[in-house]
């Protein structure tokens, strides 16, 4: 895909020649008309701007809360592939070492691990997709709102958008589909609601099917594929003000 001159901010749709210049330089082009527009959404987007981050797309290591959560719930089971596992048992279909190691295996995913990207990345979506299942388990039995920190949101969209599919060798438009998903989980997560965020909501929306759009061109499968999984994914939020007109 070549990159136009002009684009839509990837915030409000206004047409813009104002890119993230760290991004830039990461080889990836993601518009901005506006550092107010930019910064509405700094929150998430700090943890995938810049070279080393941006592109190839890269997720942050645990913070240490999340190590701890980890290594507190590693026997308690959760979801994903609709299987049921213990964090143990998902950790240990990808490092091929013994039960006790794990704690440590943990830790390690909070400093350079040292492991090829598709492994680190398989690994911290099973910690995040865990920690993300165990939140919901909680919220169902005590009914005190814990809302998902953005990661969780974010590795969550990855999982139904069937990212991993592409695990070992992703096509390079996948980069440009996780910015866009991270645009959209910042404003869902953004500290207010004005109607006017709720606008950039849904233009974050409608900017990912229309990025999908494009895709479309060169690799049809996959752009339906990752569409149908968002779109999904959109209707589990069917209670909040996420539904673009037309699209759902
Ligand atoms: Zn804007
Ligand atoms: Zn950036």
Redesign the pocket.
């Known amino acids: 895909m070549t990159t136009p001159a002009v684009a839509e901010c990837l915030v409000c749709g206004k047409e813009t020649k104002n890119r993230?210049?760290?991004?830039?330089k990461?080889g990836?082009d993601?518009f901005f008309c506006s550092p107010e527009h930019?910064k509405l959404v700094w929150h998430v987007?700090?943890l995938?701007?810049?070279p080393g981050k941006?592109n190839p797309w890269r997720w942050p290591l645990l913070s240490p809360d999340e190590v701890q959560a980890a290594i507190a719930t590693l026997d308690l089971v959760s979801v994903t592939h609709s299987e049921s596992k213990t964090l143990a048992d998902q950790l240990l279909r990808i490092y091929n070492e013994p039960r006790e190691r794990l704690p440590d295996i943990i830790r390690s995913l909070s400093g350079p691990t040292g492991l090829p990207l598709d492994y680190e990345t398989s690994a911290l979506a099973c910690v995040r997709m865990h920690a993300h299942f165990v939140r919901g388990n909680n919220l169902k039995n005590d009914g005190i709102l814990k809302p998902s920190p953005p990661l969780e949101i974010l590795t969550s969209l990855r999982l139904s958008s069937f990212l991993y599919c592409f695990r070992d060798d992703p096509p390079p438009w996948v980069t440009g589909y996780l910015h866009r998903l991270s645009i959209f989980v910042a404003l869902l997560t953004g500290k207010t609601y004005s109607d006017e965020q709720v606008k950039y909501l849904v233009n974050s929306i409608d900017g990912v099917y229309r990025y999908l759009d494009t895709v479309a061109e060169t690799d049809p499968e996959g752009a339906r594929m990752v569409e149908g999984g968002f779109r999904r994914f959109l209707e589990k939020f069917s209670s909040r003000p996420t539904a673009p007109s037309g699209r759902m």
């Open positions: 993230c210049s760290s991004c830039a990461a990836i993601l930019q987007h700090r995938f701007c810049g941006a």
